[in-house]
């Protein structure tokens, strides 16, 4: 059915007639109807709305009046539910402002869903924030709980969690032991050198500043060579710290 429509939504307007005649056809299966309704969906002309109308009686397949109302809702830019009668008393207010008021009517419609979109991304952005700070504080916690001598495996497991931000924290963590002169595990810092290279850009400086911090030669050994392709400048500072530059 959605091949059927799309190649006849293709079609230029004059097409329309000949789409309200198959409609009209008592003898039609309904899921040619629901094809035909779904492409004249992509025509906004008044007589589209009149035949749509039409398919909403009771005696109308039920497939066909669903197809009808999500079409009316798309033409249409407005929702007055299942009710026909409902619908005929709109359309009588409102069909003499003929296809410039359908298209108004869309344009609003489209604006406000653009909006009531917008609204719901900002509001999952916020709650993902939260958990966020929520997961990193309980990591923290669990991690200033974990016996010392078992903190370096669960480093290990900070560095390479698929998340972003419980790498960042593991390299944050890593900076706070060799600041307190806790001890690395080889294990560790040789994550720590592989981690210059994350698949994360925001994460490489990062872990060039706390590899130079464990082993300020050996960091410079292994960032030389990115130099000439860093594009990031906060990535270049980092290299060029280490580097002495």
Same mark, same amino acid.
């Given at each position: 059915?959605?091949?059927?429509? !799309? ?16 409609? !009209? ?35 109308? !397949?039920? *497939? +066909? %009046? ?6 009316? +809702?798309?033409?249409?830019? +407005?929702?007055?539910? $299942? *009710?026909?009668?409902?619908?005929? *008393?709109?359309?009588?207010? #409102?069909?003499?402002?003929?296809? &410039? ?13 653009? #909006?009531?979109?917008?609204? %719901?991304?900002?509001?999952?952005? %916020? ?9 990193? =504080?309980?990591?923290?916690? #669990? ?8 903190? #370096?495996?669960?480093l290990l497991t900070l560095l390479q969690n698929p998340r972003v931000a419980v790498?960042?924290l593991g390299l944050d963590l890593v900076e706070q032991r060799v600041l307190n ?5 080889? $294990? ?9 290279? &994350? ?12 590899? =130079?911090? +464990?082993d300020a030669s050996k960091a410079a050994q292994l960032v030389g060579p990115l130099?000439?392709? =860093? ?5 270049? *500072? ?8």
């Open positions: 059915i959605p091949e059927l429509a !799309d190649a006849i939504g293709s079609y230029p307007p004059e097409v329309l007639p000949t789409l309200f005649q198959r409609l !009209d056809h008592e003898q039609g299966p309904a899921t040619e109807k629901v094809a035909l309704i779904a492409a004249m969906s992509r025509f906004t002309e008044v007589e589209v709305v009149d035949q749509l109308i039409n398919c909403l009686g009771p005696e109308i !397949d039920a *497939s +066909v %009046r669903a197809a009808a109302l999500q079409a009316l +809702v798309s033409v249409t830019g +407005v929702d007055h539910g $299942e *009710s026909m009668t409902r619908w005929q *008393s709109w359309w009588r207010n #409102n069909r003499l402002q003929g296809r &410039d008021g359908l298209i108004r009517r869309k344009l609003r419609r489209l604006e406000r869903d653009r #909006n009531e979109a917008l609204l %719901r991304i900002q509001t999952l952005q %916020r709650d993902v924030t939260a958990l966020t700070g929520d997961l990193l =504080a309980a990591v923290n916690r #669990n991690y200033t709980l974990t016996e010392p001598d078992q903190r #370096n495996a669960l790498r960042r002169a806790e001890p690395l595990s080889p $294990e560790v810092v040789a994550l720590l050198e592989k981690t210059i290279s &994350d698949p994360a850009a925001p994460l490489r400086p990062l872990a060039i500043r706390r590899l =130079a911090l +464990v130099l000439a392709a =860093a594009e990031d400048p906060e990535l270049e *500072s980092a290299i060029l710290t280490v580097l002495g530059q």
